[in-house]
Nanobody
Framework: QVQLVESGGGLVQAGGSLRLACAGS????????MGWFRQAPGKEREFVGA????????YYADSVKGRFTISRDNTVNTMYLQMNSLKPEDTALYYC????????????????WGQGTQVTVSS
């Protein structure tokens, strides 16, 4: 049973933009803080950013700050990741997650993960 579903990945040239979406259900989205993570080939999964349940607070990894923006629409149980000024080093499988809390700027207590969507940035 799929808990969260990512979409919007693809191939883009450096400097371009993509918008990812993460769709959940009432059970896997409502009341949760949400976040994005990514994993490049041969590397560990890393935190990208997170957003509080209300959407009023967002947090970003230094590597994407100023280029990526997270938002959410609780009426349709969907979170978004707007990625601008993409770089080849942003190439990775991007995952969304639902967690119970954000502490020290990181999403914790993760209950649900998506299956990932591939983002490839060509130079």
């Amino acid at each position: 049973q799929v808990q969260l579903v990512e979409s919007g990945g693809g191939l883009v040239q450096a400097g371009g933009s993509l918008r990812l979406a993460c769709a959940g259900s009432e059970r896997t989205f409502s009341g949760y803080a949400m976040g994005w993570f990514r994993q490049a080939p041969g590397k560990e999964r890393e935190f990208v950013g997170a957003i509080s349940w209300s959407g009023g607070n967002t947090y970003y990894a230094d590597s994407v700050k100023g280029r990526f923006t997270i938002s959410r629409d609780n009426t349709v149980n969907t979170m978004y990741l707007q990625m601008n000024s993409l770089k080849p080093e942003d190439t990775a499988l991007y995952y969304c997650a639902a967690g119970s809390i954000i502490t020290l700027g990181r999403l914790r207590g993760i209950d649900y993960w998506g299956q990932g969507t591939q983002v490839t940035v060509s130079s």
